[in-house]
Nanobody
Framework: VQLQASGGGLVQSGGSLRLSCTSS????????TTWFRQAPGKEREAIGC????????EVEDSLKGRFIVFRDNVENTVYLQMNNLKPEDTGIYSC????????????????????WGKGTQVTVSS
């Protein structure tokens, strides 16, 4: 089973990117999906998620208003829309699917994730 994360790239400060997380093996709406970010020299952290059951969304407090998570069930894809990007948003972004737990950013545990996608690099230039 694989998740595919894509959509990263190089963007100027103030720009936008939309990351995608999809799978040909999983029905994404039966999994809670969490986006993680690992900035250079820092630990990976959860930044946003969408719940499997009720589409409830959580976004890390400092990113609210700029980042949003949503799912397109027709496309079987979870998206991370990132607006007004800043150089400090630079990092490797990964998605992970969790079969049993609901969406939580603060309490997200990597050990709860059942499947991971390979990271996609986001670089924001100043």
């Amino acid at each position: 089973v694989q998740l595919q994360a894509s959509g990263g790239g190089l963007v100027q400060s103030g720009g936008s990117l939309r990351l995608s997380c999809t799978s040909s093996d999983l029905n994404m709406d039966t999994y809670s999906t969490t986006w993680f970010r690992q900035a250079p020299g820092k630990e990976r952290e959860a930044i946003g998620c969408i719940a499997k059951s009720d589409d409830r969304i959580e976004v890390e407090d400092s990113l609210k208003g700029r980042f949003i998570v949503f799912r397109d069930n027709v496309e079987n894809t979870v998206y991370l829309q990132m607006n007004n990007l800043k150089p400090e948003d630079t990092g490797i972004y990964s998605c992970a699917a969790d079969r049993f737990h609901l969406c939580t950013v603060r309490g997200a545990r990597e050990s709860d994730m059942d499947y991971w996608g390979k990271g996609t690099q986001v670089t924001v230039s100043s």
